[in-house]
């Protein structure tokens, strides 16, 4: 089956800049997840979807990001506008059932705010 | 609260065992996963193991759970280079909200 598919692969911005992620989980995967990974940390959740809806944005810095899954397929994450401290990987993931047998991730978006 | 501890890094010659060391908070988890991560590459689920089991091996790979401890391993035996990664351990907390480690960092020299 074909994986987590992620666009771009590496992005580079400066600061005040607006900048936006894509990901296309594995077919029929009804959850969906965006985790931000910062370099030398595990990777730390910014929101899940379960289909189209939002599960847990807790982490998210809304005044910033935004993200959505509107037909609950693909999604994508905004970031506007960004900070130099947003420089990391961001990671899409999905799964059939929330973590039951763990989550495939895409390779990430590595995004450079300089 | 909710980390995830995990040592930064572990060197070890090839041919040798690694043990990977991970305390856990959340003592209702019904799973805890290792996942690997190769340079430039997303995670990749290694294994789980069921929160009801002691251990687990598959192939090379041996996770150990200590319940009363919170404390998981994983025992990578005959270590090639070809395993050196960054490895992460994680759990679900509240049954969903998989948390990281910070990951170890294994370093396999020749």
């Known amino acids: 089956e074909a994986g987590v598919a992620q666009s771009p692969r590496y992005k580079i911005i400066e600061k005040r800049q607006s900048v936006a992620f894509w990901c296309n989980p594995i077919?029929?995967?009804?959850?969906l997840y965006w985790y931000q990974q910062i370099l030398g940390q595990g990777p730390k959740l910014l929101i899940q979807?379960?289909?189209?809806?939002?599960?847990?944005d807790s982490q998210l810095p809304k005044d910033r990001f935004s993200a959505e899954r509107l037909k609950g397929v693909d999604s994508t994450l905004k970031i506007q506008p960004a900070k130099l401290e947003d420089s990391a990987v961001y990671l899409c993931?999905?799964?059939?059932?929330?973590?039951?047998?763990?989550?495939?991730f895409g390779s990430g978006t590595r995004l450079t705010v300089v | 609260g909710e980390d995830v501890e995990q040592s930064l890094f572990l060197s070890v010659r090839e041919g040798d065992s690694s043990v990977i060391n991970c305390t856990y908070t959340?003592?209702?988890?019904?799973?805890l996963y290792w996942y690997k991560q190769e340079p430039g590459a997303g995670l990749q689920l290694l294994t789980y193991?069921?929160?009801?089991?002691d251990m687990k091996q598959d192939q090379r790979l041996t996770v150990l759970l200590n319940k009363k401890d919170k404390h998981l391993s994983l025992r990578i035996a005959d270590t090639q280079t070809g395993d050196s990664a960054i490895y992460f351990c994680?759990?679900?907390?509240?049954?969903?909200?998989?948390?990281f480690g910070a990951g170890t960092r294994l370093f396999v020299k020749a």
């Open positions: 993931a999905s799964s059939l059932v929330e973590g039951a047998e763990g989550y495939t």
């Open positions: 077919s029929g995967h009804a959850t």
């Open positions: 979807f379960q289909n189209n809806g939002v599960v847990d």
């Open positions: 959340d003592s209702s988890s019904t799973y």
């Open positions: 193991i069921f929160s009801n089991m």
């Open positions: 994680a759990e679900p907390l509240g049954g969903f909200k998989t948390i």
